[in-house]
């Protein structure tokens, strides 16, 4: 191997192999709440930050098919962000930051020149990873938890994977079943050495297994895409391979009748879908419908990246209709369990547009591969991409997002070509300048990220008798929210118990503005007391009805509406 793509190896291990499997106490949710999402961004810079140099270094670049298609992609969600305005600056850093760093990634990929067969060998390790994403999925359904504090675990035996969400890892586990057909079907795997064809056929029935087991509706979906799409689009190869045809059908049968043995994981599954066609049982007809009444409202630009709660959850209000009894569960949704509604709503037609390019020329490529390669390489993209249409993965998953954007540079290695290049120098010092500055600053945000998140942790193992743990996330782009969330309910709570009415006046302002970005029941209901405390009745009674308004459903809101609350105790500390 040459010496960078030695370092891809390396980098490319460290990704999949290592980082993914990060895990500590964490407040659960999406984006860097999820610890694993910062420490797999750092091999992620360090890699992006090693195909730019080896352009340079090279005095070449690859440009593949469709460049000015993904181009337009990256400009036109910038352009939406940025006409949109910058509701919350923080997070549309972040949701920008992740989507142009995995186009970076891509593009950085394409710059290390490997070969088909280094190609494969790369593919390989992404399945190594799967078949360890896999194994923990099988220890989580131990009775008995195993290697707690290293894993995630839950009580009901669920298949969270290192996700916390089931749909993820199935949404995972459907990808390895792609990857194992595609890895079978490769021109090379019958001369391959006996571990990689054992990680295939290891991988192949733990997957469908998994599946199976967690009655995940996008993961058996994606699981009989895959299947028809790959078994369809290769039927000459698979006759011409009969004996890996019949070992490749009895893995899968013996993953799918462990699976279905396993738990009611497909009675569940169709229980979904019986509620899903029973109105008002389901709540994503109702989520959808109120999106888009959502997005009618801007539909060009969009409302700005960060006002999806805001914008939602004021038309959510205006949709109940308490005569047709529709209301949707509590949930303080973040997004609309849709990748394109929730770009619409927040960067309208200019950033849908822009998807749109991108995705035509994916598709352009994949039809420029043939039906066979192209069969299988559509099969890859398949259930993550199926996944973003019914919930928002790569918010909650960046792995899931890497993963997607190497199988974009799998499918586009080919028909790439190599240009000479021509950069001034005074271009060259540039991108290696900011290589040389932005990586080392995003891996220093990052590591301060992980110590906020433990901060947090360490405040609420406290029961907030400590708030100088939350100093870190005080000072930190992304959980300076969340941590004046916790800061400012222990000053309220403090101002009630020392009867200081500045102090509640000043969580009273607070929460305000808090509640017209992201409405939380918690602090509605904490601004209630707050005016209840003073004696405001008529503010607390605003602030209650539109509340209730929101969250018809809830009853802690429903006894407050009665009266039924009182001030809290003194030793009441707010955490």
């Known amino acids: 191997l040459k010496p960078r793509h030695r370092v891809l190896f390396v980098l490319f291990s460290v990704l999949f192999l290592l980082a993914p499997f990060y895990y500590q106490d964490n407040l659960g949710g ?83 020149q490997v070969k088909r067969r280094e190609l494969d060998a790369l593919a390989y390790l992404l399945l190594a990873s799967m078949l360890i994403h896999a194994m923990v999925g099988i220890l989580q359904l131990v009775h008995q938890p195993i290697l707690k504090g290293w894993i995630p675990v839950s009580d009901a035996q669920s ?14 586990m459907a990808t390895a079943v792609a990857l194992c057909l595609y890895q079978l079907l490769t021109p090379s795997f019958l001369s391959q050495r006996w571990p990689m064809k054992a990680l295939v056929f290891l991988t192949l029935p733990l997957a469908v297994f998994e599946i199976l087991a967690s009655g995940s509706r996008v993961g058996m979906l994606g699981l009989v895409l895959v299947l028809a799409l790959v078994f369809t689009s290769n039927i000459r190869v698979w006759f011409a391979r009969k004996l890996v045809l019949i070992v490749t059908l009895v ?12 738990s009611d994981g497909q009675l569940r599954a169709y229980s979904k879908l019986e509620r899903l066609a029973e109105e008002g049982k389901d709540a994503r007809p109702h989520i959808y419908r109120i999106a888009v009444d959502t997005w009618s409202r801007s539909p060009i630009i969009g409302h700005g990246i960060g006002s999806f709660q805001r ?43 822009a998807i749109a390019i991108a995705a035509v020329a994916v598709a352009l490529q994949i039809w420029r591969l043939g039906l066979q390669r192209g069969g299988r390489v559509a099969a890859l993209l398949l259930p993550i991409t199926l996944h973003t249409q019914v919930e928002l993965p790569f918010y909650i998953s960046t792995l899931h997002w890497i993963v997607l954007v190497f199988l974009l540079y799998l499918a586009f290695h080919t028909g790439a070509k190599t240009k000479i290049l021509s950069l001034s120098a005074g271009a060259k010092r540039l991108i290696q300048g900011a290589v ?21 942790m360490q405040y609420l193992k406290s029961r907030g008798s400590q708030p100088s743990h939350l100093n870190f996330a005080l000072s930190n782009l992304y959980f300076r929210q969340t941590g004046e969330y916790f800061m400012m309910r222990t000053v309220l709570h403090n101002g009630i118990a020392t009867k200081d009415a500045d102090v509640v006046r000043t969580y009273i302002e607070w929460g305000e503005t808090f509640l017209s970005q992201l409405p939380d029941i918690q602090v509605f209901k ?35 509406i009665e009266g039924d609350f009182v001030i809290p105790p003194k030793k009441h500390r707010g955490y």
């Open 30 to 112: 999406e984006g860097l709440n999820l610890p694993f999402n910062a420490v797999v961004w750092v091999p992620v810079l360090v890699l992006i930050g090693s195909g730019l140099f080896t352009m340079l270094f090279q005095g070449r670049w690859v440009r593949p098919r469709y460049l000015p298609a993904f181009l337009v992609f990256v400009g036109g969600i910038l352009v939406a962000g940025f006409l949109s305005g910058l509701e919350r600056p923080g997070e549309w850093l972040v949701r920008i930051g992740v989507l142009v760093g995995g186009m970076l990634l891509w593009f950085s990929l394409l710059q290390m």
């Open 159 to 172: 298949l969270l994977g290192m996700f916390q969400q089931p749909n993820l890892q199935a949404s995972l």
């Open 251 to 262: 893995v899968i049968g013996v993953g799918g009748a462990a699976g279905y043995t396993y």
């Open 311 to 353: 914008e939602f959850q004021n038309q959510r209000a205006e949709y109940y209709d308490p005569m047709r009894g529709e209301t949707i569960d509590n949930a303080r949704f973040s997004h609309p369990h849709n990748e394109l509604l929730f770009w619409m709503i927040e960067g309208g037609v200019v950033a849908l547009v």
């Open 436 to 456: 040389l500055v932005c990586v080392p600053l995003l891996a220093v945000f990052l590591t301060h990220a992980l110590a906020s998140q433990t901060g947090i």
């Open 526 to 560: 904490d601004v209630v007391l707050a005016y209840a405390f003073l004696d405001e009745a008529a503010n607390s009674r605003r602030v209650l009805d539109r509340a209730s308004s929101i969250y018809p459903e809830e009853a802690s809101l429903k006894k407050m």
